[in-house]
Structure formats: C-alpha cells, structure tokens
C-alpha cells in the first residue's frame, strides 16, 4: 500500500498542511460551511471559501469554525474540514487513497482527554496514524533553534486563538504556558471599536483583512486604507479612511498582555536560564508576529533581543514537517515527553 507522510497544524484561523518532498501544500482559513436541508446539513464550502461566506450567506447557511482558542471544539465538523483538507492534497497518481501518518502540532498543556478527542478526529478525516508534538517545540525547530541543547531558546508564538510561549532545550521544554489572546480576540475588539466609536460594522471577515494589511504597532503610522462598510444607526452602507495610528490604541494593550506574560515567564526560569536569555533573546512566531514594531516594542519592553521568524507564520507547521525527514531528533523529542 502506499504511504503518506504528512505535517499537520490545526490552528485556530489557518490550517496548515506539511507533505514530505512538496513543502508546505495547503494553508487555508480553519472554515467550514454548511447549508442546512431538512433534517440535516449539506456541505457547501471548506477553507477561504467558507470564510468569505461569513455575513454573506442566506438564512440556511451555517459557517462554523471549528477550533476555538487553539483547541478543537467542535469534532465533527473538524474531521469533515480536514477531510477535505486531505483530499486537496493527496497526489494524483495514487490510484488507491493511501495510508496516511501525520505529525500534529499539540496545544500547550492539552489533557489526556482531549489528546484522544484529536486522535478520534485524525481518524475520521482519514489520517491512519498520528503523531503528537508540542506546538511550541515545533515552533522553535521551524525557526532554526538547537532544541537538542541544554538551553535551545525561548520562543513565543502568537496565533489566532491563543499565544503559546516555551523555553526550550535538551528536546523538550523547560518551562512554557498558555494564554487566550489571539488574533481572533483582536479581531473583535476592533470589530467592537469600529461599532462603538465609528458606528460603522464593516463584518469579521473584513476586519481580519484590514487588520493584515495595515494594523502596526508603530505610533503615529500614516498606512490607510478604504474600507466599505453599514452605519449602524441608520443602516446605509458607506466608505471611509481607516489608518493604522485608529486600530493602535486596540491592538497595543492585547500585546502589551502577550509581552507581560512572557517577562512573567522569564522571571520564573532559574538565575542560569535567565542568563541564557538576556544572552540570546526571544524568538517569536505566529501569525501575529508579523505586524509591523512589534520586535522593537518587545525588545523596548522586555530589555532584551527579540527576533522575529522568517515566515512565521509557518513556523510550526515547518518544524514538524522537517521532522518528518528526521527521525534521530523525533524520538528524542517523544523520549521527553
């Protein structure tokens, strides 16, 4: 039977698929649409698709999203997505669907519960074994770091459901935890400010856009962009100019919380990880890493390096796919869980 080896990450906003010999293969929006007949659903949409449906379909279309701050919350429909996910990427010169092996990037401090919750739903979508890693390991082998030493670094990963932090080494963590603030949290604060403030509703979908293409946390940035959106008291559509220096004041308390709780996370390590540290600094990875001022507010803040990863929004996703090819440095990395 032919086989397929494949590198998973089920994120909150994206999911991401690893194929061994093709890279990356898929990172599509964590969506999946529904349009409801009679006694039960018919599917419609998976992926950007089913997101862009989002305030725009009728009455019978039901758009779920099925992680929620970072963990799976709704089974079902998660194996269904991925499914379709898998499909999407299967070759085709398999004639036969082959036996399929994953190495799945695992929240930060899942129970044992949940862990056969996501084996159960691996197994539905078609995926016939599984392996599980901590997101933050993986972060840090898709961002270049030693883990196999006995400091490998620290990194810090901002997603779109939860920001995951851990100091790494020796191939397993040293210390790390969790926290609920992500990219979807500001998403709706913005989405709240926009309402509140500017009385205008401009959807979840376009708020995720305007805050990719213009949001920064450098004071006084002049990017803007034009946005269409309802006026909410008398529910006419109409355009206006958002700039980067209106969505700053939302966007800078959440990270502010991020970079407190990585000095929180710092300050626990013993005196000689500590030094390691301020020695080497902080790497940071996620989807929202990539806004603009964020390495030099960390840096300002936290009064050490702070590097941001090459594409870091693939950074998980990556270092579980180079373990793929390198199974030395994954049994290591299993021998401490």
Known sequence: MAKLDIALELGTSFTSIFVQGNNIVLHEPSAI??????????????????YDLLGKGNDKTKI??????GVIKYPDECALMLGEFIKRVLPESYVFKPRISAILGMPTGVSVDQRRMYEDVLRRAGINEVIMVDNCMLAAIGAELNV???????????GGGVTEMAVVGLCGLIDGMAMNVGGDMMDRALLDMLCGYYHM??????????????ASLIRNDCMTERISGKDIQNHRSYVNNMSADLLYPVLYDYYMNIIHAVSDLVNSCSPAIVAEIQNSGITVV??????PGLAELMSKQLGLAVTVADSPEYATVYGAG???SNDALLNEILDNL
């Open 33 to 50: 649409a529904f349009y409801e007949k009679g006694n039960g659903n018919s599917l419609c949409a998976v992926g950007g698709e089913a």
């Open 64 to 69: 779920v999203c099925p992680i929620v701050e």
């Open 148 to 158: 196999r030493h006995n400091y490998g670094g620290t990194v810090v990963s901002i």
């Open 201 to 214: 509703n401009i959807g979840k979908s376009s708020t995720r856009k305007l805050k990719e293409h213009i």
């Open 286 to 291: 996620g989807g929202g890493a990539k806004i």
């Open 322 to 324: 180079k373990l793929l």
